[in-house]
């Protein structure tokens, strides 16, 4: 069991839009569309972004979308904002009930 | 509101037992529309999965910990439970406890809500 690949450092200028991707096996990402993405502001815990590849919890900002191909998964931020600067996790169903993050990405707002 | 709050010794020596509980408030762990699960944070890294238990007392682990964890529940006290053996500085993390929802018929999907961590130091 891997961990998910996340590029380590994404940034960009309030107003664009950032893509973060996230690769992982054809034994978890490519098997099951249970992708979740997760920002974690510092000091604090964790907070769920996306599941199930796309889908938005109620509350989640209309600017955060996910999507989902083959290996790999993506989280677009669009329309940056300050408060976006984040690190931000994936995490993806692996089977047989285990479950593998990525390694982090930290977003930066220039 | 579902809440969860974690507790436990923040400090403990090599080679000993870690002990931690995940309490939950405004509702009830013996459901079967969700499990429990036990994430933790080294500092200044990523986040790993340990473990998870569900609603029947199933638990499952991360291969990389599993001779090592166990995590049980107790529904009467509506909190579950993480013991992590044999410890060493490579265990120092903050650990969150989470509900990990399910799809469909047992998936694990997402975890939502977490705790607030709370960090152990393994000292030598």
């Known amino acids: 069991q891997s961990a998910l690949t996340q590029p380590a450092s994404v940034s960009g200028s309030p107003g664009q839009s950032l893509t973060i991707s996230c690769t992982g096996t054809?034994?978890?990402?490519?098997?099951?569309?249970?992708v979740s993405w997760y920002q974690q502001r510092p000091g604090e815990a964790p907070k769920l972004m996306i599941y199930?590849?796309?889908k938005r919890p109620s509350g989640i900002s209309n600017r955060f979308s996910g999507s989902r191909s083959g290996n790999t998964a993506s989280l677009t931020v669009s329309g940056l904002q300050a408060e976006d600067e984040a690190n931000y996790y994936c995490?993806?169903?692996?089977?047989?009930?285990?479950?593998?993050f990525g390694g982090g990405t930290k977003l930066t707002v220039l | 509101q579902l809440q969860l709050r974690e507790s436990g010794p923040g400090l403990v020596k090599a080679s000993e037992t870690v002990s931690l509980t995940c309490t939950v408030s405004?509702?009830?762990?013996?459901?079967?529309?969700?499990?429990w699960a036990w994430i933790r944070q080294p500092p200044g890294k990523g986040l790993e999965w340990i473990g998870s238990?569900?609603?029947?007392?199933?638990?499952?682990?991360n291969p990389s910990l599993a001779s090592r964890v166990t995590i049980s529940a107790d529904t009467s006290k509506n909190h579950f439970s993480l013991r992590l053996s044999s410890v060493t500085a490579a265990d120092t993390a903050v650990y969150y406890c989470?509900?990990?929802?399910?799809f469909g018929s047992g998936y694990n999907s997402h975890f939502d809500p977490w705790g607030q961590g709370t960090p152990v130091t393994v000292s030598s």
């Open positions: 995490c993806s169903y692996a089977g047989r009930s285990t479950l593998v």
């Open positions: 054809s034994n978890d990402i490519g098997s099951f569309k249970l």
């Open positions: 199930e590849a796309t």
């Open positions: 405004s509702g009830s762990i013996n459901t079967n529309s969700n499990y």
């Open positions: 238990i569900s609603h029947s007392g199933t638990t499952y682990y």
């Open positions: 989470a509900r990990l929802l399910l």
